[in-house]
C-alpha cells in the first residue's frame, strides 16, 4: 500500500506509479477541533443515548409494519456510537424525537437494503473500470472519495447505487480518529452526454445520503463541469438540502483543498495514479477490513457499549474507551472524598464535542 508520500524516485530514476490506497494524510493535514456541547446539547445527547441503549429489537423494514421486528445484533450496537448519535442530532436540529426516529429507521434501512451484506465479489464489475477511486485525504484529514462518470462501464441499475453505498462504507473505513467527513471530488472529463445518473438514480443516491448518512460530507468538489450537467442539476437542486449545496464547490484549484502529494493527476495533483483493478481493489478492501476488525475488537475490549468514543474505536493516540473514561471519574470522585454525605466536588461527564454543518 502507498506511503503517506507516494511520489518518489526510484533507484532507476523514474518516478513511482501509485496503484494503491494511501495508508493515512499528510502530516500537516488534521481534522478540526470541534466545539463542546452546550449543556443543553448535553441534556439531549443523553436522552437519545438513553433511548437507543435500551433497544433490544430493530424492525427488518422501513415499510412492512406486519412482520414483526428481530433482535438488534452486536454490530448494530456498535454502530451506535457516541457521534453516530451527535450527527443524527445535529441533522434533526437537536430534537431528540427526530433523532431517535431516525436513526431507528437507519438501522431497518440497512438491513433492508442489506448494507452489510455487499460483498466485494459483488460490486467488483462497477468497480473494473475505476469510475469510483477512493484515494488520499484533503487539507481537513478527510479521506478523498473520487467520482468519475467518464468512466462509467455498465447500465443503469440497482448495482449501481450499491457501488456508491459501498464505496462510502469503505471511505467511512478509512477515516482516521476524530474525522466525521469525507471530501467528494467529481471529474466529470470525458464523460458524454447521456452517460451520467438519471433523474431518478440522483433522487435515490441524495435520499440514501441525507436520510441515512447525515453530517457525512465535509466537502463536494466539482471539476470540468460540461454544459449539460447543469440541466440535471437544475432538476435535483430541490432534493438537495441547503446546508449540502452550500458545501458544493464547482471548478476551483483542487490544490487549495488536497495537498497535491496526495492528489492525483487527473485532478490537478501531483501523484501519478494508475488504475489496475486487480491490484487496487484487493488493496483497499485488505485495507477497510483491517479497520473494521480493529474497531470491533476495540469494541469488545471496552465493554460492547451503545454510546462509544469512535476515536478509542479507531485506535487513535491516547483514546479512551467510555469504560475507562467512567472509571476515572469514579476515581476522582474518590480522591476528592465525601465529607458529612457531601460529596466535596462536583466531576463533570467527559466533554462532548458538536460539529456544525449537515450531511
Known amino acids: 500500500m502507498s506511503e503517506t508520500t507516494p511520489e518518489a524516485p526510484s533507484t532507476n530514476g523514474q518516478t ?13 493535514s488534521k481534522p478540526p477541533t470541534p466545539p463542546t456541547l452546550t449543556p443543553d446539547q448535553t441534556t439531549k445527547y443523553a436522552a437519545v443515548l438513553s433511548t437507543v441503549s435500551s433497544w433490544t429489537t430493530v424492525p427488518d423494514a422501513t415499510s412492512n409494519k406486519t412482520n414483526p421486528p428481530s433482535p438488534i445484533t452486536d454490530s448494530e450496537r456498535r454502530w451506535l456510537t457516541r457521534e453516530c448519535i451527535l450527527r443524527y442530532l445535529r441533522a434533526t436540529k437537536w430534537s431528540v424525537p427526530d433523532a431517535s426516529k431516525r436513526l431507528l429507521s437507519t438501522l431497518s434501512w440497512r438491513r433492508e437494503y442489506g448494507v452489510n451484506n455487499f460483498t466485494a465479489d459483488y460490486i467488483s464489475p462497477e468497480q473494473e473500470t475505476g469510475k469510483q477511486v477512493l484515494c488520499g485525504y484533503d487539507i481537513a484529514a478527510r479521506p478523498c472519495l473520487m467520482l468519475n462518470p467518464g468512466n462509467q462501464n455498465t447500465k443503469p441499475g440497482e448495482r449501481q447505487i450499491h457501488h456508491l453505498v459501498y464505496m462510502l462504507e469503505k471511505t467511512i473505513d478509512l477515516m482516521g480518529p476524530g474525522q466525521e467527513t469525507l471530501s467528494l471530488l467529481i471529474n466529470f472529463g470525458q464523460t458524454r452526454s447521456g452517460s451520467g445518473p438519471s433523474l431518478g438514480q440522483g433522487k435515490t443516491v441524495m435520499s440514501i445520503l441525507q436520510n441515512h ?10 471539476m470540468n463541469v460540461p454544459w449539460f450537467f447543469w440541466g440535471f442539476f437544475k432538476l435535483i437542486t430541490p432534493f438537495i438540502d441547503p446546508a449540502t449545496r452550500e458545501k458544493l464547490k464547482f471548478n476551483e484549484d483542487m490544490r487549495q483543498h488536497v495537498p497535491p502529494s496526495q492528489l492525483i493527476k487527473s485532478y490537478q495533483g501531483d501523484v501519478e495514479f494508475q488504475y489496475d483493478h486487480s491490484i487496487y481493489w484487493p488493496s483497499l478492501n485488505k485495507l477497510a477490513d483491517q479497520k473494521t476488525k480493529l474497531m470491533e475488537e476495540n469494541w469488545i475490549k ?3 457499549r451503545v454510546g462509544e468514543y469512535e476515536a478509542y474505536l479507531k485506535g487513535g493516540e491516547g483514546a479512551k474507551s467510555l469504560a475507562e473514561l467512567e472509571g476515572a471519574k469514579d476515581t476522582e470522585k474518590e480522591v476528592n472524598g465525601i465529607v458529612g454525605g457531601v460529596e466535596k466536588a462536583t466531576i463533570a461527564e467527559p466533554p462532548l464535542v458538536a460539529v456544525n454543518g449537515q450531511a
Do not use: C, D
Not at 513511482?16 to 499528510?26: A, D
Not at 447525515?214 to 466539482?222: C, S, T, W, Y
Open 302 to 304: 471496552g465493554g460492547k
Open 213 to 222: 448518512y447525515p453530517e457525512r460530507l465535509g466537502r463536494a468538489l466539482v
Open 16 to 28: 513511482i506509479v501509485v496503484r494503491e490506497p494511501f495508508l493515512q494524510p499528510t502530516n500537516t
